[in-house]
């Protein structure tokens, strides 16, 4: 891949939209943000209207966020979580889309100082998988109750797309007794305008890139060397695949590397940038938390973020930017991951495995000690108990893509909260296929009185609706497969 000359194939046009991000994203014009912020956040009565008017679904300015993210008292913090929570339940309702990550491999040429796929990190063992091992991956996936995969990759310099895009076919056309995967999203490393539309071709989810750090002497710092080492290039990575054709992108930034606040107000300017520019906004914001890595150099996060302050972030995003799914993709604590979900997450990861060939090799022990068989499908399963005990809905739902609601179409439907329709309908009836595939008795149990508490709060609202999908709710439980609105 030859990168400069994607660059200079730019138009004019082009070389002002990099211009326009390097100017939005000086660390400057950040600090001004902030500096507002915290100038409006000294009127506790201000805060208060921030927060109120927050209900009606219209996001906020990056003044009125950077207003909140210097909330500090507990009370504040409350009305916040507690409007948070309105304004996802008004979107989304009580569903939590869940996925399983799937690396390819965990071959990288860069160094990026906090992960362990970093080039030269003798304490990883590198794999790249085979066409077969993709197969057995997937198979093992499936087998687990999964429909929905993102696929991950370390970054080569100067290698084409040809192995990334047979892996992705593979794993489409994998399918076992149990099902199939239904959607693969893909968060590999920033591409060219090409790259992009070949991707596209292929008929992918979600692409997913990251930006670490908005910070540009942090980001600098970081990522000594490799493509990576280029920020501007992956700043404009969205830029590039909205032009290749993707219309459904996430964005995040990697929390724990530099102050959160300047990170989340660069999301949203990056997040209004890309909506003002191309009419369609992110469909996802990441917000993971720096891990520590073996064999990184970065042993400490360089600025740390608490369980206060994250949640704050999380409450800040959801009422910024409404209509944006929340992304969770590490393992956080219980007790703070319900809250999270309560006040902003909308997806999961659930079950994961970080390594390539992780999941065929949990299988292969498992079947080796047949006893155990079972702890395989545990940590999802677990996870989707906890969801149930709290009448949250499991969804493995793909309806959006197959059905061509994506991009601005996704973002019409999503802004005034009319997701919901297709969403709880749609998680509701996925959940009942895993029921009915994959739970054990007390899961079912505890699945299907989920399910009832469900449709009884529809029946309150729109009871029409509640007797079609108790209909094909009963479908499911007599065989049929694949309902979706
Ligand atoms: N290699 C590609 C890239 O860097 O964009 C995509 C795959 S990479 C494994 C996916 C993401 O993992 C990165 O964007 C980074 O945010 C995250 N990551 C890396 N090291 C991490 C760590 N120690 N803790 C949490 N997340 C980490
Ligand atoms: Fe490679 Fe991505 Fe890890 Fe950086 S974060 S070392 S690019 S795999």
New binding site residues.
Partial sequence: KNRTADFDSMTTEKTAEADELAELFREDNIEKFLARGEELARDKEEIERIIKESVNLEGLSPEEAAALLQIEEREMLELMLQTARQVKETIYGKRLVLFAPL?FDNI?D?K?L????RQGNDEVERRRLSQEEIKKEVEALIEKGHKRLLV????RENEDLTYLLEGIRTAYETGTEAGEIRRINV???PLTVEEFSQLDELGIGTYT??Q?TYHRPTYDRLHPSGP?SDYDWRLSVMDRAIEGGIDDYGI?A?FGLYDYRFEVISLLLHANYLQERYGVGPHTISV??????AG?PLDNPPAPVSDFQFKKLVAVLRLAVPYTGIIL??REEESLRDQLFRHGVSQISAGSRTSPGGYEEARQRDSKEEQFSLHDTRPIAEIIYELAEKNYLPSFCTACYRKGRTGEDFMDLARPGKIQQYCKPNAMMTFKEYLEDFAGDELQERGESCLEHHLDEMKENNSDLAGRIKERLNKIGRGERDIYL
């Fill in positions: 690396y990288c860069n990026c906090y992960c362990a796929f991950l990759t370390g970054e968060e590999v490393a890139c990251f670490e990576k995040g990697l993971p938390r720096l891990n520590m890595a990184a993709s590490t």
